[in-house]
């Protein structure tokens, strides 16, 4: 087994069991995660990426929780390794604390990713620095003036294994890990924010796109520092890349 794969599920491992000690409540959640992400190359050097996102509440089926829009501009440092930097607009619909109203929230981001491939497989590896300014509120119903601001740092790693290594194939096995942290002088207690661990299938659409199904566990520590949310989610996302390049003449 590779041993970027052997890390991946070490690091899932232990977050789950290092966190689950300190556990004093939790709730758990059942969640449908919507995605639609477009990567466009204009350029051997620059492309655009948009990202659209839509989730359930709870039970699955029950209402919305959150809606995200993020748009980005890409670096190709090489086909391989790419940087880019953007925009996020995240609406999180009534919830605990605002239970009528809708909280706006403005990201700034930056990320570095690479890919490597070890024969047909291949791995993914992120990098994302977020600026939040989520709107302060003032209770149920009533939003405040105001910002409060914190970062949060991201770290991606995916790791894709096809079920054939024929040129044909269309299914692969999906494993991918992504740890939050947050920081700043807001930041009292919830320094680690989540883990999300992923496990699904992918299917190639056509040689540019994909639809990748399957289960992620989020498990999330709340601002409290002694709450933490356990969520169980069908994660339903579709990958469109778009290469607007003039062919070269053969």
């Known amino acids: 087994m590779n041993k970027n794969l052997v890390f991946l599920i070490f690091c899932t491992l232990t977050v789950s069991a290092v966190f689950g000690q300190q556990t004093k409540t ?11 992400f477009n990567q466009t190359r ?11 996102h839509l989730r359930t509440k709870e039970g699955f089926v029950n209402n919305f929780s959150q809606s995200i829009a993020r748009l980005g501009v890409t670096y ?23 239970t009528n109203i809708t909280q706006p929230e403005h990201r700034l981001w930056q990320q ?19 600026e939040r300014y989520r709107h302060k509120i003032l209770n149920d119903s009533t939003l405040a003036s105001g910002y409060n601001f914190n970062y949060k740092l991201r770290y991606n790693l995916l790791y894709e ?4 290594q024929k040129p044909d194939n269309k299914f692969s096995f999906v494993l991918n890990d992504e740890i939050h942290i947050n920081f700043g002088k807001e930041i009292m207690y919830n320094y680690f924010d989540q883990n999300r661990f992923f496990a699904g299938l992918k299917f190639n659409t056509s040689k540019q796109d994909n ?37 070269k003449a053969s």
């Open 161 to 164: 294994i096809p079920f054939s």
């Open 42 to 52: 204009l350029t051997d050097k620059v492309g655009l990426s948009t990202d659209l």
């Open 76 to 98: 190709y440092v090489t086909d391989n390794t790419k940087l880019t930097a953007g925009y996020a607009y995240v609406s999180t619909y009534g919830a605990e604390g605002h």
């Open 26 to 36: 939790t709730t758990d959640v059942q969640q449908i995660w919507f995605g639609y």
């Open 211 to 247: 639809i990748q199904l399957g289960y992620m566990n989020q498990f999330q520590q709340l601002a409290s520092g002694n709450r933490y949310r356990n969520n169980h989610v069908i994660r339903l996302f579709y990958f469109q890349n778009v290469d607007w390049r003039k062919k």
């Open 112 to 130: 570095v990713q690479w890919h490597t491939r070890y024969n047909k497989n291949r791995m993914m590896q992120g990098v994302r620095l977020e």
